[in-house]
């Protein structure tokens, strides 16, 4: 299997394990506050892939300023990306979550645009950007009502903020990640740095930091951190190396069909004609993206 047929499988991946973490992420935090839930999970994680990347034998320290710039990536993507949608769930529904989240590709190009780096976005791949995210709408569509709901003001903002520095972070890391580094060290030192950060921001911003102790709490944290974390961040520094920016970004149009999906097929809920016209929406627009590789 070519490097570039084996990015696709993994990105296929991501959309399912990042599908499902939403999920988890819900139950998680009945037990743990957000951002404390974040650096348990994180940092854990980050220090198993740092293990590995250390035990496979190809482990080169890298200078300070890469490691810099891999903790600068961290903060952004891990600390910010995935604390303020932990923090932000608290308070939104999980479809106006996704409407939010599937805005990430969209920054992901104009951030890219912005850097002037080596991202080459053409029109085909921001029409078809376009179209997924018109697509996901669609979908959402009873959603959209959510934003005017005022007990959900804060959770947007959280929301945004994840999105925003989701996107900057992989903006970053496709610029600064060293193709002669591993995955695997990458993911390693980002985790970790993102991870760390979320017990600082724990200190500042959650309003307590009692963990109550279950069962259900406790798998949700394993779950995210081995397979959320450990296992898909890894994919993703791979599918990053190998893929554009914007093409990796493609999984939270994915995420939800997925989820829609399995639905229909595995618990008998209803599929509409709105949902179906989304899905192909959706679908056309991230074929046509992938319609004109790097």
Same mark, same amino acid.
């Given at each position: ?8 499988? #993994?990105?296929?991946?991501? +959309? ?5 973490? =939403? ?9 743990? /506050? ?8 994180q940092t854990a994680a980050g220090l198993l892939l740092l293990s590995l990347a250390y035990g496979s034998g190809k482990f080169k320290i890298p200078n300070r300023k890469y490691i810099g710039l891999q903790a600068i990536t961290g903060v952004a993507t891990i600390t ?10 608290? =308070? ?7 409407? $939010?989240?599937?805005?990430? /590709? ?26 997924? #995210?018109?697509?996901?709408?669609? $979908? ?15 959770? $947007? @903002?959280? +929301? #945004?903020?994840? +999105?925003? %520095? ?6 970053? *890391? ?8 591993? /995955? ?17 921001? &724990?200190?500042? #911003?959650?309003?307590?930091?009692? $963990?109550?102790? %279950? ?8 779950? !995210?951190?081995?397979?959320?974390? @450990?296992?898909?961040? &890894? ?8 893929? &554009? ?10 995420? /939800?069909?997925? @989820?829609?999906?399995?639905?229909? *097929? !595995? ?14 929406? %959706? ?12």
């Open positions: 299997m070519s490097v570039i047929r084996r990015a696709y499988l #993994f990105l296929a991946l991501i +959309c399912i394990i990042w599908g499902t973490t =939403y999920a988890a992420i819900k139950y998680a935090v009945m037990d743990f /506050p957000p951002f404390l839930l974040v650096g348990i999970r910010g990306g995935n604390g303020f949608v932990t923090w932000g769930m608290q =308070y939104v529904s999980s479809g106006l979550a996704a409407i $939010i989240g599937s805005l990430t /590709p969209v920054l992901v190009v104009l951030l890219s645009l912005a850097w002037h780096g080596k991202e080459r976005i053409h029109g085909r791949m921001v029409l078809g950007v376009l179209l997924g #995210f018109g697509g996901l709408a669609l $979908i959402f569509r009873e959603g959209w009502q959510d934003f005017i709901r005022p007990e959900y003001r804060w959770g $947007i @903002a959280g +929301c #945004f903020a994840s +999105c925003f %520095t989701w996107s900057l972070g992989t903006v970053m *890391a496709k610029q600064w990640n060293s193709p002669g580094v591993s /995955p695997l060290l990458n993911a390693g030192l980002q985790i970790t740095s993102g991870g760390l950060g979320g017990f600082v921001v &724990s200190f500042f #911003f959650d309003t307590n930091h009692t $963990i109550h102790h %279950t069962t259900q709490g406790w798998m949700a944290v394993g779950y !995210l951190a081995l397979i959320g974390s @450990a296992l898909a961040f &890894s994919l993703y520094m791979f599918v990053l190396k190998h893929l &554009s920016a914007t093409v990796s970004s493609l999984y939270t149009y994915i995420n /939800p069909v997925v @989820a829609i999906l399995l639905g229909w *097929a !595995l618990l008998g809920e209803a599929l509409t004609v709105w949902e179906v016209a989304g899905m192909s929406i %959706t679908i056309v627009g991230v074929w046509i993206v992938n319609s004109k590789r790097e």
